[in-house]
Structures are given as C-alpha cells and as structure tokens.
C-alpha cells in the first residue's frame, strides 16, 4: 500500500503558477502507473489530470495540455505537477495517485489532496 501526500497548493492569480509536490512512501514492490487527479465540485468524480504508465505512455486531459507537466524524482520517490498559465476553471481539489503492487496486493491510493484556488 503507498501512502500519499500532496502539498504546494494554494491561491493564485489567473495566468499565475503552481507546482504541486506528492510524497510516495510505503511497501511498494512495483508501480504500474503514476498521475495527478482533480475534483472541481465536493461530491463529483475525480477527473484525470495526466497518467504516466509504467512504459512511459504520458497522457493528458485535453484541457491542460501545453499549461500541465507531470514530473518524478525516483530518488526522493516524490511526483510533481508543475501548472503554468492557470486559469478559473483549474480550481480544484488535486490528488496525486500511484498504482502498483505491494507483494501480492493489487493497490490504487490517492492522497488527501491539496486545494488550488484561482481567481482575481
């Protein structure tokens, strides 16, 4: 089981910048897929930000391309989303996410999430 925390949220200004930070830590035997997720309104589904597979495979939802870029620090065993060019309609709850095994167990975690507020 990976346990997540994200930080680096906050309030910004339209076209401003961020960069959220997740720590990875916990039992994990192998990773499958990484990525960032966000909820706009409490109660809603989580939308799907950017994945990066295990390959490599790196997808976005179209609505960040050009402004979102997923990074990782294997070494730190930390996940970032550096947010460029920030507009309303990115504010949101953001998750981080991992998918992997720990020993035999199949796992999905997601974080608390950090809040990014944006608006003049």
């Not at 065993?77 to 709850?93: H, V």
Request: charged fraction near 20%; glycine fraction near 12%; proline fraction near 3%.
């Amino acid at each position: 089981q990976a346990d997540l925390v994200e930080s680096g949220g906050g309030s910004v200004q339209p076209g401003g910048s961020l960069t959220l930070s997740c720590d990875i830590s916990g039992n994990i035997d192998a990773v499958h897929e990484v990525g960032w997720y966000r909820r706009q309104v409490p109660g809603q589904q989580r939308e799907e930000v950017v994945t990066v597979t295990k390959d490599g495979k790196t997808k976005y939802a179209d609505s960040v391309k050009g402004r979102f870029t997923i990074a990782r620090d294997n070494a730190k065993n930390m996940l970032f989303l550096q947010m460029k060019n920030l507009e309303p309609e990115d504010t949101a709850t953001y998750y981080c996410n991992v998918i992997g095994d720990s020993g035999e167990t199949f796992f999905d975690s997601f974080g608390p999430g950090t809040q990014v507020t944006v608006s003049s």
